[in-house]
């Protein structure tokens, strides 16, 4: 069993950088793939990056591709997501996420645990 805590999010404006944060408990961190979703109000959840045990293999939504870089630290237990230049379009509750499947896949049905969200709101 894994639980997730997601912390960072905020409120900033167009242009900020935010760094999101999800600290993961229970045990074989490390053997998870990790991924970030988001949900803006109305729409569906959206992938946005993942990442595999390793470290060594990253995937991003093309929306996010050179603003957003996904990175972890399995001695924290800890994946972070680090958000350069937001735009209002970024908008929305950032979802952790964990699968022990070890590759780099954008499926949510895939990620077994789930964390509870932390507000981005990016004001224009």
């Known amino acids: 069993q894994m639980q997730l805590d997601e912390s960072g999010g905020g409120l900033v404006q167009a242009g900020d950088s935010l760094r999101l944060s999800c600290e993961a408990s229970?045990?074989?961190?490390?053997?998870?793939?990790m991924a970030w979703f988001r949900q803006a109000p109305g729409k569906e959840r959206e992938f946005v990056a993942t990442?595999?045990?390793?470290?060594?293999?990253?995937s991003y939504a093309d929306s996010v591709k050179g603003r957003f870089t996904i990175s972890r630290d399995n001695a924290k237990n800890t994946v972070y997501l680090q958000m350069n230049s937001l735009k209002p379009e970024d908008t929305a509750v950032y979802y952790c996420?964990?699968?022990?499947?070890?590759?780099?896949?954008?499926?949510?049905?895939?990620?077994?645990?789930w964390g509870q969200g932390t507000q981005v709101t990016v004001s224009s």
């Open positions: 996420a964990a699968t022990i499947w070890q590759d780099t896949t954008s499926l949510s049905s895939v990620y077994n645990y």
């Open positions: 229970g045990r074989y961190f490390s053997r998870h793939s």
């Open positions: 990442i595999i045990g390793s470290g060594a293999r990253t």
